[in-house]
């Protein structure tokens, strides 16, 4: 089964990140590991209201990494594999001008 995290910003090509031959990351671990990228880069929820739903959470820290951040293989990879465990999908694609998330 194809199993892979695509990343389209504005005015560049879109990223894809390839998990077929990676080891999937635990859901816990996922998790933690997007909380402390929401932390580390000083993100705020999308909505007034505070909740923060998981794949809000992603479509976030994709936005604040932006593409240089992307460009660091070993995060982007370790981003892919976060995002595919957190939300239990394995193709998803994240645009970031529009803040969605497709499966």
Known sequence: MRSEVTV???DSPPVRLD???VQPMPHDVARWWLDDQ????????LRPTGKLLTA????VVAQAAGPAKF???????????AA???LA???IHIDVATLTISY
């Open 8 to 10: 389209s910003f504005k």
């Open 19 to 21: 998990l077929n031959e």
């Open 38 to 45: 929401f932390t580390q880069m000083g993100c705020e929820p």
């Open 56 to 59: 809000d959470k992603v479509v």
């Open 71 to 81: 460009a660091e293989a070993k995060w982007a990879q370790e981003f892919a594999r």
């Open 84 to 86: 595919s465990a957190a």
């Open 89 to 91: 999908k394995p193709v």
